[in-house]
């Protein structure tokens, strides 16, 4: 066997170049056993760990349910997204988020950024990978998948969220019951994301549809304060909270 | 502390009558590492594991996806279910395996049911858990998401799904591309699966439509034999197979 060799000088140069790869983990909806294997290993992994603030809670939430898989000595930093629907203020947060961490790739540190859910549906991380790339195009980012909150929702009420030939859209309730207005044939199953503003407009478009729909709603999916509305009226008197959704479906 | 009591004969009646747990577990899109921490406890802990058998290959891939996890001493039964546009004959299919299953239930066992993906998502299990739940309204039904096919190609391909106030379709290619046309208002970003039968007529829905949409094939994602179709026109000289679905998103 040959003995083990030190790199000479331009052989350290490359060493210290290569930069870290950037992990965006999609870590459920909020039981912590819904994480997978691989979120698992690759918390265990990094060098450092980032979460989004863009609401009140959602920080300590995405670390808290990651947080048996994240060693003592990672830190773990929180970013400041505004909430903003101002475009270049939205623009200027995930630049300067997005340097932050380039700051620790650039050192060669696997960074990880958490995400609620999955990193693909309705985060921030699509945002933030695409600022880094641009400081840097040629950043290894690997993405880990995650359970969302309307796959746990449809496992615990269960109530498929789509079969056979049927479709299913999944909008964001921000708008009201406009997308679902807007659409002359409807899909057999929807799925109402941030149902909590406009959920009095969402109700509306449901009940114009031509489409007969039966419509459960449920808060805090898979969280020790969960709770299930079935009849979507009592949202009148109970006003539903940031992590409402709505599960519609055709009725047979 | 008081001694350990035995029970009592109608106590020991109690005991015996007590059906199982029916588990449907999702075991996500193929690298056994999307398992969930639950679905491998679940998997660890059940009586007899099921899968279903409805493509000749299917069968073994969920339960080689999930063979880390299953002890060597359970069962692992295949059930048949027809590759058919019968529904009576396919009712008849799901009828006889919740016959098979509910067997073990009543006899206090618990049972898992393997899904590729997530059973809530184009899945047999809603059916078979129907009708086990017609044989018995009072079992015990335990669902567990998993990761989707479409998750782990939006993943795979660094394509965010949906992001902001934008909806996503999920469609099922069957029906080729009609789904889309019948559509006024196009969705922002679109999932077809089951995109190997039609795929020319999905590919011309695509571009019939008023939104220019980006689109993107992949075939067996997170698989050992993955393929990214970049430009789905290679569709014509590469005919797409059973694992192939498309993720479309409007060009901005």
Chains 1, 2 share one sequence.
């Not at 300067?96 to 380039?102: E, H, K, P, R, V």
Request: charged share 25%.
């Amino acid at each position: 066997m040959s003995e083990i060799q030190k790199p000479i000088g331009w052989e350290r140069e490359m060493i210290k170049m290569k930069t870290g790869t950037f992990y965006g983990i999609g870590v459920g909806p909020g039981d912590p056993e819904l994480l997978t294997l691989k979120a698992c290993r690759i918390l265990h992994s990094v060098d450092v760990i980032f979460a989004a603030a863009s609401t009140k809670n959602e920080h300590s939430l995405a670390v808290n349910i990651a947080s048996d898989h994240i060693p003592e000595k990672t830190p773990v930093h929180q970013l400041s997204f505004p909430m903003t629907t101002n475009r270049q203020e939205a623009q200027k947060a995930w630049r300067s988020n997005a340097g932050i961490i380039y700051g620790y790739l650039e050192k060669g540190l696997n960074a990880a950024f958490l995400t609620l859910g999955d990193p693909m549906t309705y985060s921030t991380f699509g945002y933030i990978s695409k600022h880094v790339k641009r400081i840097d195009p040629n950043i290894a980012v690997e993405i880990i998948p995650g359970i969302t909150s309307y796959q746990a929702a449809a496992a615990r009420l269960s109530i498929p969220l789509v079969e056979g030939e049927e479709s299913l859209l999944i909008v964001s309730g921000a708008a009201g019951g406009d997308r679902l207005r807007q659409l002359s044939a409807k899909p057999e199953n929807i799925v109402f994301m941030k149902a909590y503003r406009n959920v009095t407009d969402i109700r509306r478009a449901i009940e114009e549809a031509v489409i007969e729909y039966r419509c459960t709603g449920i808060s805090k999916c898979s969280l020790p304060d969960e709770t299930i509305i079935q009849d979507i009226k009592e949202f009148e008197n109970r006003p539903p909270n940031y992590w409402t959704l709505i599960i519609a479906k055709q009725k047979k």
